[in-house]
């Protein structure tokens, strides 16, 4: 199996602020990781590893979640 080396420290460091910043923003919206799910049409696994900063989630999945929360694409990756 071929595995992709590890981004860098800071690389991962920021996608964990994301992943804390899209947990904040769906908390104050008052949603569920589930809504979040059914709404992006996203997994709940796969959002749920978004969300915890475990896996790095493609620009398309971003708008579908900031879209799903009711949010603009800016305020999720605002770190």
């Given at each position: 199996m071929h595995h992709q080396p590890l981004p860098p420290d800071r690389v991962i460091a920021r996608?964990?602020?994301?992943?804390e910043r899209i947990r904040a923003v769906?908390?104050?919206?008052?949603?569920?990781?589930?809504?979040?799910?059914?709404?992006?049409?996203i997994s709940l696994t796969s959002y749920n590893r978004i969300e915890q900063g475990h896996a790095s989630p493609m620009l398309d999945s971003l708008i579908l979640i900031a879209d799903a929360i009711g949010v603009d694409l800016a305020d999720l990756v605002r770190t």
């Open positions: 996608r964990r602020a994301v992943a769906r908390v104050h919206a008052n949603l569920t990781q589930e809504a979040v799910s059914l709404r992006s049409g």
